[in-house]
């Protein structure tokens, strides 16, 4: 009638948006074929209604949801995407000047027998030349690290990720750690080439060469040094490139910010239970 006015109850409206939601959803669900997103959306609205639940809780229940439709192939891309996002992060990181040389964490010193006879090479007046070789085999390290990413990416894409939930849940750098076991010594013959160019390069391997032959043609030396550096280099330098992945992997876990993609939130979701 004319003038007057019909308010629903908030029992009517709440019928109301519950039967519009569910045919939203439910159209949704017959389009893609997913059964499980239907009840699961089921699932939470009757939750969030009838059981009064905190913020905290809708939250654990989302995300038990989540784990719970995780395939083990999705848990293995979602880790090779954390990797790849890793040594990409990493790579441009240490090809930057002085990306290994002012970097702690993956400086790479003298090998350890020319770190043995340091204090006496400085003695006797070679300690421009020691600190020459510690900056060229840095800037090497540094050169090559830019060819760096192509290698590890597609040392990671071929990567059979076995155990793909345990990794997913334990340490801080499960993933990287895995990688490191099944691919170093497939990733030690494809890098070095470039290890050796890079060396060449900056002169590393002339200026390096020139200290250890000079100290192995004293008389007095008994024990001669390597005079090959390129091995050293590259073991040294994909162990650097391993230690940044690790820290991306390390952040990646920790921080929601830093899952810049649909599937390392979905996957990373998983592990924060």
Sequence with gaps: MPGIKIVPSK???????????????????IKYNS?????????????????????????????????ATLTEQEVGNGLKEALIKGISTGADQASREDGFLKNDLIRIALPADVQRVEGTLRSIGLGAEVDRVILTINRGAENAAKEAKPIFIEAIRQLTVKDAWDILKGEQDAATQYLQRTST???????????Q??????GATRYYGDLVNTYNGFPTTARKLDPDLNAYVTNMA????????????????????ERTTALLRRVFAAQDN
């Design 11 to 29: 029992e009517n409206l709440l019928d109301v948006g519950a039967e519009i939601a569910i045919c939203i959803f439910l159209k949704k669900t």
């Design 35 to 67: 059964v499980k997103i239907f009840i699961k959306f089921v699932l939470l609205f009757f939750f969030i209604v009838f059981a009064g639940c905190t913020a905290s809780e809708v939250n654990r229940f989302i995300q038990g949801a989540t784990e």
């Design 185 to 195: 010594e497939k990733l030690k013959v494809l890098f070095a080439p470039h290890v």
């Design 197 to 202: 160019i890079a060396l060449d390069q900056v």
């Design 238 to 257: 994909i162990s650097g490139l391993f230690e940044l992945i690790a820290k991306e992997e390390k952040a990646i876990r920790e921080n929601p910010a």
